[in-house]
Each structure stands twice: as structure tokens, then as C-alpha cells.
């Protein structure tokens, strides 16, 4: 069974950084590919960042510029650094992992950007 668990979250005002991390662990697979979405309430959930099995990223356009998505020393550990942000960014944001039998989800953290 694959755990997937995120760290990090909270509130920063407008403009201010923050951090939040994931860990996956139970899997045999060394290097996992995992993204970060986010999804606020009455919406569908949405891709913010992806870092595939080869380190590849991907950034939704809303985010480009501003987030950065990075993976521990080659570990199924993964950070998004969040600078610049601005209140729409305000959502749950939810980790997951895809390995070749399924894709596993987080149970997610809360950012809040608000003065």
C-alpha cells in the first residue's frame, strides 16, 4: 500500500512564500512521478505542478514564474516552493503519486493567502 503524506500549508499574506512538501512511501518503485493540485470548494480539482520519473517538470500557466516543484535527492519526496502568491491561490492543495498499478492521493493541505 502506497502512503502518500503532505506537510506544509497555512496562511501568508498576499506576496509571501511558502512551502509544502510530499512524501510517498510503499513503493518498490525508486523514482515515482508526482504532481501537486489543487482544488477549491464547488471546483474540480486542478494540476498546479508535475515532476515525472526522469526529474521532467510541468507547471500549470497560473503558477509559472512563481512556484517551483523539486524532488529530494532522488527520493520519492517532493517540494513545492510557492513565492509571489496572490489570494486565488488559495485552495487545498493535494499531492499525488503514479505508479505503473495506480495513482495514489494525499489527504491534502490547506494554504490561505489573505491580509
Known amino acids: 500500500q502506497v502512503h502518500v503524506v503532505e506537510s506544509g500549508g497555512g496562511w501568508v499574506q498576499p506576496g509571501g512564500s511558502l512551502r509544502v512538501s510530499c512524501a510517498a512511501s510503499g513503493t518498490s518503485d525508486s523514482l515515482v512521478p508526482m504532481g501537486w493540485y489543487r482544488q477549491v470548494p464547488g471546483k474540480e480539482r486542478v494540476l498546479v505542478a508535475t515532476?515525472?520519473?526522469?526529474?521532467?517538470?510541468g507547471y500549470a500557466d497560473s503558477v509559472k514564474g512563481r512556484f517551483s516543484i523539486s524532488r529530494e535527492d532522488a527520493k520519492n519526496t517532493v517540494n513545492l516552493q510557492m513565492s509571489s502568491l496572490k489570494p486565488e491561490d488559495t485552495a487545498v492543495y493535494y499531492c499525488?503519486?503514479?505508479?505503473?498499478?495506480?495513482?495514489?492521493w494525499g489527504q491534502g493541505t490547506q494554504v490561505t493567502v489573505s491580509s
Open positions: 499525488n503519486v503514479v505508479t505503473y498499478n495506480a495513482v495514489y
Open positions: 515532476i515525472g520519473r526522469d526529474d521532467s517538470i
